[in-house]
């Protein structure tokens, strides 16, 4: 897969791989088993004061990935809330140093971190000096241990680590992923602009089967960025992020019913007609007239130009492993 440039990136994927060139002059290993190391140093531990802590990364709309999903409602973090308010936090935020002095960036825990602030409590926080690969690392890492990550929330994480100059291999290792799971995801993103993504957020409830059938209308050309953000956009704001997802495929399906109803015919240049129905396309040539030499050349090399055509077709929409 080609490494796609900042400009084709919008969102977390685009600020972290912006992120890469800024490590220290001795950059910390970012394997996942030395990442294990950063829950258990008790010393450095410590009570902070939520004010001074400021979120690390891109606030897109799908939260770092870590809010969009069904066990983090409102419900659940009032859930939360109470539970540190009755019984304290027992599990630290993980933070690292800021540029400014005497203050921190969140790295992950940023639920019990806001829980803190509402309570006006200080917030339990392992302080680590760490670069942004490895906070980028640390923070896959506690993601998947908590099992909080849609497909969709994946897909974009994935999309993020290799962005930021990581291998496919890294993107597995934080995400508990199969060589064939990990192009499941890229399929998503590579097809699925991520306008559209950010519009419909995580939805949550909803796995590979409607995100892959979403990348597969887009990549037939079915659907295109524009189509699907007008769409959206005529949307209820109320509907969750997994009804947007719903309508917009159904929405997709009555266009693509409609415009495939009738045979349509074309002629992009005089003697050249191109019919198109349901269930055939046809190309028809005349072999007389001021473009029969034209005809003719076309007769010798329209194999040829169908088979690299056809090539060029399946290998962006190579068929993923089973």
């Keep these: 897969m080609a490494r796609k440039s900042l400009r084709d990136m919008s969102g977390i994927a685009n600020t972290i791989a912006r992120s890469g060139g800024n490590a220290p002059e001795k950059a910390p290993r970012t394997s996942a088993p030395a990442l294990g190391a950063l829950q258990g140093s008790l010393a450095a531990i410590r009570e902070i004061d939520p004010t001074l802590i400021d979120d690390w990364g891109p606030a897109d709309r799908l939260e770092e990935f870590t809010a969009v999903n069904p066990d983090e409602d409102d419900d659940s973090f009032d859930a939360l809330k109470n539970s540190i308010r009755e019984g304290g936090q027992h599990v630290p935020i993980l933070v690292r140093r800021a540029k400014t002095e005497g203050r921190y960036e969140a790295i992950y825990g940023r639920r019990r971190l806001r829980a803190c602030r509402e309570l ?85 409830r909803s796995g590979r089967p409607k995100w892959t059938a979403l990348a597969e209308l887009f990549s037939a050309g079915k659907l295109t960025e524009r189509v699907a953000l007008d769409l959206l956009k005529k949307m209820p704001p109320e509907l969750s992020s997994d009804e947007r997802l719903e309508t917009l495929m159904k929405e997709a399906a009555k266009r693509g019913a409609r415009q495939g109803g009738a045979a349509t015919e074309i002629t992009p240049i005089k003697g050249v007609t191109i019919k198109s129905s349901r269930s055939s396309l046809s190309l028809s040539v005349k072999k007389t007239g001021e473009n029969a030499a034209f005809a003719d050349w076309l007769d010798e090399n329209l194999s040829e130009i169908i088979k690299k055509s056809y090539a060029a077709f399946t290998d962006v929409n190579a068929k993923d492993d089973t």
């Design 120 to 204: 006006g409590i200080k917030v339990r926080a392992n302080v680590q000096d760490i670069d942004d690969a490895t906070a980028l690392l640390a923070k896959g890492l506690e993601n998947a241990a908590r099992r909080n990550l849609s497909f969709y929330e994946k897909a974009r994480f994935a999309e993020a680590i290799q962005a930021a100059g990581h291998d496919g291999a890294t993107a597995r290792q934080v995400l508990n992923l199969s060589a064939s799971g990990l192009s499941h995801l890229s399929k998503i993103t590579q097809n699925v602009p991520a306008k559209v993504g950010d519009q419909l957020g995580a939805a949550p």
